[in-house]
């Protein structure tokens, strides 16, 4: 029975190899309690291990505790893998063990060979899929590697780069699609980006031109405030010392009149004088005039008209075409048909007339002048611009801003008062217009001018007849100086009118009020104290509506 179970199992465990030299790889031994009884294991030739005890330790954990045990063991010359197991009797009591042993060196050979086979497999598993997994990685990493340099490239600042198609169609094949899809709004960023950018700089551009444009004309009009804010100034000094010198001018004048008149034929013999004293006298009004047109305050400027510049300038040059045509200078006009102004004829040429003697004597006889006259539109408001060019030394940096000054001149004083240009500003400012000039030394000068355009149609101005009337009315003469006051009743009156004094507005007013109905007219002096001429006018206008006065001033 027990050498049958012994190759049963044998067989079921070991079945190639079931003896090992000589001996059998399973040991099969019975124990009564610890004395073994039974075993296949020899000792040597066929002495087998009879009558032999297990150790201790075996016995209390079999016999004593009824566990299995499980251990290596060294039997006789060999390792072995064994068992042991309680066998117990019919009343269930521990009486022997049941011992079942492999030899371990057939298992220690049989796991190095599954060691040493499985290391071969390993390797030439690894030999065998490194191809692969190498060809696998360079599908994975060259797309890597492409994107990495794009990348490199875009850095560097070469927007256009791109991946381009990578041939996986895996995840990194839509990384890389995506990636150049993004770099693709980059670059479309970067465009708008710099398009912005160069509008906003073509704006910057603009602007600045702007505001350096509207900084020359704040400049400009700073210079142009500057300066007619102290010619207002003067205007005003010199409006006051005019009207001081009319009045005695006038006095002068009346005197004189009154003594040509009384003498009558007997003044023959000191005709030279009295004519001496006439042209002295105009000189001084001349003089005062020019004054007072530079002065020119509205309330006292001559009244105006309706002009047309194109001919008037034409009579400017023919004014001065002794001058012009006398060094040669070549003049070049450019007249464009332009509105009618409203403007003082007289005092419009007088100007046109000053520019041009300027620019010719500027340029000392030979040069070009040109001419130019034109539409133009200043605030809105439609005018007609003229300038006066030549081609002299121009006006150094120095002096731009004294030209226009009362007195200033570069001239021999026979030869220039230095009134002309400040007249002339005086003239263009009353009549609500500009002028200024450009020059740079060495380029030549230009004045310009700009005078508002009038709606209305141009009329013809009445010839004076030049005749002296006489007349027998009765004259209310209103004038708070004394002198004037006192000529101008024995003018009057030598032209045969009667003539009513009065020495201010209040007199007048009594006056009038008593002889309204004798009174034809009344001379009204503008200026006085107390009771100004406009106020007086007012209260006589009060009594008699119709009344007649005529207002006069040492303005004008
Ligand atoms: N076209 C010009 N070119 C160079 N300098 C000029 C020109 N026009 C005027 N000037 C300068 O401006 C100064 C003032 O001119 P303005 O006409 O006021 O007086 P004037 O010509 O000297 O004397 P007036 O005109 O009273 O005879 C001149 O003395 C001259 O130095
Ligand atoms: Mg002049």
């Not at 200043?378 to 150094?396: K, N």
Request: with cysteine; hydrophobic share 45%; charged share 25%.
């Amino acid at each position: 029975v027990k050498r049958l179970l012994l190759r049963a199992l044998q067989g079921a465990v070991w079945p190639r190899a079931s003896q090992r030299n000589g001996f059998d790889t399973l040991s099969l031994q019975f124990f009564l309690d610890d004395l073994r009884i039974s075993t296949n294991v020899r000792l040597f030739e066929d002495i087998r291990a009879l009558g032999t005890r297990v150790s201790a330790e075996v016995r209390k954990a079999v016999l004593i505790d009824g566990r299995t045990w499980l251990d290596r063991a060294f039997v006789v010359n060999d390792w072995y893998i064994s068992a042991y197991q309680p066998i117990s009797d019919s009343f269930g009591e521990r009486v022997g063990m049941l011992y079942v042993g492999f030899l371990e060196a057939p298992f220690a050979e049989a796991k190095r060979a599954a060691f040493w086979w499985m290391l071969a497999a390993f390797f030439a598993v690894l030999a065998l899929s490194a191809p692969v997994f190498l060809w696998l990685a360079r599908g994975i990493f060259s797309p890597l590697e492409r994107m990495t340099k794009v990348m490199h490239r875009v850095g560097k600042g070469e927007l256009s780069a791109r991946i381009g198609r990578v041939p996986a169609r895996d995840e990194i094949g839509a990384v890389a699609q995506h990636l150049d899809w993004l770099l693709e709004q980059v670059q479309e960023r970067d465009r708008q980006l710099r398009s912005w950018n160069d509008a906003l700089n073509q704006r910057v551009d603009q602007r600045t031109a702007e505001l350096r444009e509207a900084n020359e004309k704040l400049e400009q009009t700073f210079r142009q405030l500057v300066m007619s804010e102290k010619l207002a100034s003067i205007g005003e000094i010199t409006a006051g010392v005019a009207h001081e010198i009319n009045n005695p001018v006038a006095v002068i004048m009346g005197n004189v009149d009154v003594i040509r008149q009384t003498l009558g034929d007997n003044a023959e013999p000191v005709a030279t004088e009295l004519a001496l004293i006439d042209k002295q006298v105009s000189r001084i009004e001349v003089i005062v005039g020019k004054l007072l047109k530079f002065a020119a305050p509205s309330e006292f400027s001559d009244c105006e008209h309706n002009i047309a510049l194109r001919p008037l300038v034409q009579d400017c040059l023919v004014l001065v075409d002794h001058l012009i045509s006398r060094g040669g200078v070549e003049v070049h006009c450019a007249f464009e048909e332009v509105p009618p102004v409203r403007a003082d004829s007289g005092e419009v040429q007088q100007v046109v007339v000053n520019l041009v003697v300027n620019a010719v004597q500027a340029m000392q006889g030979a040069g070009r002048l040109d001419l130019h006259l034109a539409e133009a539109e200043r605030a809105g408001v439609a005018g007609v611009a003229l300038s006066v060019s030549d081609s002299g030394p121009g006006v150094p940096d120095d002096l731009l801003g004294s030209l226009f000054d009362p007195f200033f001149t570069t001239k021999e004083k026979s030869t220039g008062t230095g009134l002309g240009l400040a007249t002339a500003y005086g003239i263009i400012r009353s009549h609500g217009g500009l002028i200024n000039l450009r020059s740079k030394k060495g380029k030549g000068t230009t004045f310009n001018i700009y005078l508002p355009a009038s709606a209305k149609e141009i009329v013809q101005e009445e010839e004076f007849s030049g005749e002296v009337m006489k007349g027998t009315e009765t004259v209310l003469l209103v004038d708070d100086e004394e002198t004037i006051a006192e000529v101008g009743q024995e003018l009057l009156e030598t032209l045969g009118y009667t003539v009513l004094p009065a020495m201010s507005g209040k007199e007048a007013i009594e006056i009038y009020k008593k002889n309204k109905d004798e009174i034809d007219m009344v001379l009204l002096d503008m200026i006085m104290p107390e009771m100004g001429g406009s106020e007086t006018y007012d209260r006589l206008k009060k009594i008699n509506p119709d009344i007649k006065v005529l207002l006069s001033s040492g303005y004008s």
